[in-house]
């Protein structure tokens, strides 16, 4: 394959928005031209993005019973497939949010092999620019008071959800698909972890979790995934699986290291919507209420109401209209004409 001509090189499902708009941010940043759709384009929408190297779809999997997920992500997966890039990955949280009853990633990997068959399905999770790190099989996660094993994780562990009970990732995974599993580990990531894979394949093993732990293990990584697509081209796993074939592909002169993105200019008028209860966020909007922004609150309970949620979102609307106003009156007062 010749990697300057092949358009794309990989594509994407996630199981959910934001989730996949990190992969699309991971390949952009990387200077490779990319696309994030929410369904299935038409054919004229999806030949305006031809050219991209990346092309994802954006999925609420996360948040789907494994029925569900039998019905809704097989076609997704199909036309993914049909566009011909050598990589189709299924984009998990880094957080490995997934139950055998809600957003099971076991019977999500068993659906997309079905579309993209595959010797061995490579299970990367960490992310080590997002402090997700995986050590021997158990996956940690930074939090604000310091980086927690994920089953002790303050927000993990009590997820509402999908609480984190098991940071080995092969034993949260066994619960939810019968696929026998092994592990790519730091001591193998060290050398040449060729050999533990051909082990591990020879054993039967049809998932392999990688550890990720820093820059050097996340090259030997995305190294591992790339040069075995021919039989490993279906992948499960957070953004690290875009960083790491980055790293390799800047490793191997395939692409020049990009330039940084240059920070944002002043503006006058920024609009910011946040979906998350996390305590990250909460700090990150403390912050934001006291440098500037004005704070709408918005009740979710409205979107699951049909009939209330056009109404919410025009009150929203008339609340977001009212506040750039008063900001607008609060700057004429602050410098009156003469």
């Not at 809704?72 to 139950?99: E, Q, V």
Request: charged letters at 15%; aromatic letters at 6%.
């Amino acid at each position: 394959m010749d990697f300057e001509s092949a358009t794309p090189l990989v594509t994407w499902m996630g199981d959910d928005f934001t989730g996949s708009a990190a992969v699309t941010e991971v390949l952009q940043f990387a200077g490779l031209p990319s696309v994030l759709f929410t369904d299935i384009p038409s054919p004229a929408l999806a030949a305006r993005f031809a050219h991209c190297k990346g092309i994802g779809i954006a999925t609420t999997a996360r948040s789907l019973a494994p029925d569900q997920m039998q019905q809704t992500l097989p076609p997704l997966f199909d036309w993914l497939h049909r566009l011909g890039a050598p990589i189709l990955h299924y984009k998990i949280c880094s957080t490995f949010d997934s139950s055998p009853t809600t957003g099971s990633i076991g019977a999500a990997i068993d659906i997309g092999l079905r579309t993209r068959p595959a010797q061995a399905v490579p299970l990367l999770t960490a992310a080590p620019q997002m402090r997700r790190y995986q050590a021997f099989g158990h996956l940690f996660a930074g939090a604000l008071d310091g980086t927690y094993r994920l089953d002790r994780h303050p927000v993990m562990q009590h997820h509402p959800v999908t609480p984190m009970t098991e940071a080995d990732l092969r034993r949260h995974l066994a619960l939810q698909t019968d696929l026998p599993s092994a592990l790519i580990d730091l001591e193998a990531l060290a050398g040449d972890p060729t050999p533990a894979l051909k082990a591990a394949v020879a054993k039967g093993a049809r998932i392999l979790s990688i550890d990720c732990m820093d820059a050097a293990s996340e090259t030997k990584a995305g190294q591992l995934i790339w040069e075995n697509r021919d039989r490993l081209g279906f992948v499960a796993g957070s953004q690290g699986v875009e960083y790491a074939l980055v790293r390799h592909w800047i490793a191997t002169g395939l692409i020049e290291p990009a330039t940084p993105p240059a920070a944002t200019t002043k503006c006058r008028q920024i609009v910011a919507v946040s979906g998350s209860v996390s305590p990250v966020t909460a700090q990150q909007l403390a912050w934001a209420g006291q440098n500037g922004f004005t704070l709408l609150a918005f009740d979710a309970r409205a979107a699951l109401d049909r009939l209330g949620l056009p109404a919410a979102l025009t009150r929203q609307r008339a609340n977001g209209l009212n506040a750039m106003v008063g900001r607008i009156r609060e700057a004429a007062l602050a410098f009156p004409t003469v």
